[in-house]
């Protein structure tokens, strides 16, 4: 726990100039997993583009424990970019990964796409999800961000099975 609190003091003490890749990797790292505070997101922005394909990384990475993934997904998504777009995307629609990595993946989705494509590129998981909780995030999604997304909605909440049906319906709040 020391050596923790030691790399994240020294992660943030370190210049906004990240240097070589491992270094990169090391202060991503450290501030991914923040002992006693959460860290402001103008951190990993100082960062810059190098710490984009080390997120990417990290999101998509399986052998990492689920919030650190989420963790990873919020600040690719605070630094955009195509890579960040395509990672956000791929984790969405992924069954395999956890239900909460979803939920960042499709909540970043919603910040990195321009509204007209929102439907587009989401509306696959709103309809074809296994998991309610992500059919759900895709719902509010759609219906918050994307232009006609509330016909999407309403659609899949006449398909809801009955238990699921109030989660994702949620949605309908948003429309007008």
Not at 4 to 11: F, G, R, T, V, Y
Not at 63 to 71: D, I, V
Request: glycine share 6%; proline share 10%.
């Amino acid at each position: 726990m020391l050596a923790h609190a030691l790399a994240l003091a020294i992660a943030l003490a370190a210049p906004a100039d990240p240097g070589t890749t491992p270094d990169v990797e090391a202060r991503v790292r450290a501030l991914l997993n923040p002992i006693d505070r959460p860290v402001a997101p103008e951190r990993f922005q100082e960062l810059g583009p190098a710490a984009v394909p080390v997120l990417s990384s990290i999101a998509s990475s399986s052998a990492e424990r689920g919030s650190t993934r989420a963790n990873a997904l919020a600040a690719l998504a605070m630094l955009g970019g195509p890579e960040a777009e395509r990672t956000h995307l791929a984790l969405a629609r992924d069954p395999a990964a956890p239900w909460n990595v979803r939920l960042y993946a499709i909540r970043g989705a919603a910040h990195l796409l321009p509204p007209d494509r929102i439907r587009t590129e989401v509306e696959p998981v709103l309809s074809g999800d296994a998991d309610a909780r992500v059919r759900a995030e895709a719902a509010d999604v759609i219906a918050s961000r994307a232009p006609d997304g509330c016909a999407a909605v309403r659609a899949q909440v006449d398909r809801e099975p009955a238990h699921s049906r109030p989660l994702v319906g949620r949605a309908l709040q948003k429309c007008k």
